[in-house]
């Protein structure tokens, strides 16, 4: 069992940053070969993904973010973090992480709020 732990979250203004950080339950072995994953959400949509780190390190994003948004983890901490840079109001969402492996784990998410 994997249990994930989202935190960073908060109140920023367009144009500032955040990094937010997810904290694994898993063994070392277990963690680093999850595919981790970014969602967020907002109220009446369905979740979307954000990017991605593969267990080498690779990294994927969806357009909006790219260029402002940086996926990276340490395997050593057990940890992932997204780095969100020139953040927009359409930013604002609710922030979970994700572990893909045999079976898929959920954090319980953090909220993002970007004023304008």
């Known amino acids: 069992q994997v249990q994930l732990v989202e935190s960073g979250g908060g109140l920023v203004q367009a144009g500032g940053s955040l990094r937010l950080s997810c904290a694994a339950s898993a063994s070392g072995s277990i963690f680093s070969i999850l595919t981790m994953d970014w969602y967020r959400q907002t109220p009446g949509k369905q979740r979307e993904l954000v990017g991605s780190i593969s267990a080498a390190g690779s990294t994927a994003y969806i357009d909006p973010v790219k260029g402002r948004f940086t996926i990276s983890r340490d395997n050593a901490k057990k940890m992932v973090y997204l780095q969100m840079n020139s953040l927009k109001p359409e930013d604002t969402a609710v922030y979970y992480c994700?572990?893909?492996?045999?079976?898929?784990?959920w954090g319980q998410g953090t909220q993002v709020t970007v004023s304008s």
């Open positions: 994700s572990g893909r492996g045999v079976n898929t784990y």
